[in-house]
DNA sequence: CTTATAGATCAACATTCCTTGATAGGAGGT
DNA sequence: ACCTCCTATCAAGGAATGTTGATCTATAAG
């Protein structure tokens, strides 16, 4: 029992990081390795406003990390927060596993 | 290379359905076992309407089945769905993990 | 056939999220 | 100092989500 419930919060901003396609391609690009700002709006034809808005999200969430290098800014993956996402995953997939039967109800 | 690509819209659809206090709330319920609506929305206080409308969110992420017995709707944990998930977090996780370093940029 | 109960669906509203264009800051280069 | 480039942030509008109360459907019981 209790599955999901600690540090619910977490998990939300977690998932709702992961909830959409502008930033799952993202998180892809940077599986290849650390990239810069300029190089994701230009791969991706995206403005930039756009990008650095998602890219915060993603960092908010602990999904990467960034790192300023002169007047660039890089990105790349955080396995940490990954991890995290691993766990808490794993902790659903036993519950699913366990799913005790029926109960009489009402 | 291309850890999260192979179908976006699905992963969308299943972070997505895991991004709502309420609905990782419902799927704690359900890790001890099939309920009904009935049960859930007196244990969680919550509007018989709401607890529709999420469950209807998770089942169409295909993250719970539902099973009719007279009047009552009973739902579980489908194990499948969460499969897809762990496959999802597991190719992150490759990608982290491979993360290759900066290339020079701009 | 009528009534009651469990649950889904709908419409209206509130809220949250995303996009866009403009502005601001910080780092180099001249 | 100034100008330029890269990026973050802000404000405004639009789109998608979640909430609530009402209505509809299906099943069961009398």
Redesign the pocket.
Known sequence: MAAVAPSTKKAVTLF?AL?????LELLDRLSNGEQ??????DTMK????????????L?DAGLVE?R????????SLSSQAIEELEDLVDSLKKAAKSAGSARR??
Do not use: I, N, P
């Open positions: 709702h909830s959409d396609e502008t930033r810069c700002v300029c190089e994701l709006t995206a403005a930039q406003s756009r990008l650095s808005f998602h890219l915060k999200v960092k960034d300023r290098e002169g007047r660039w800014m890089y990105y109800c009402c």
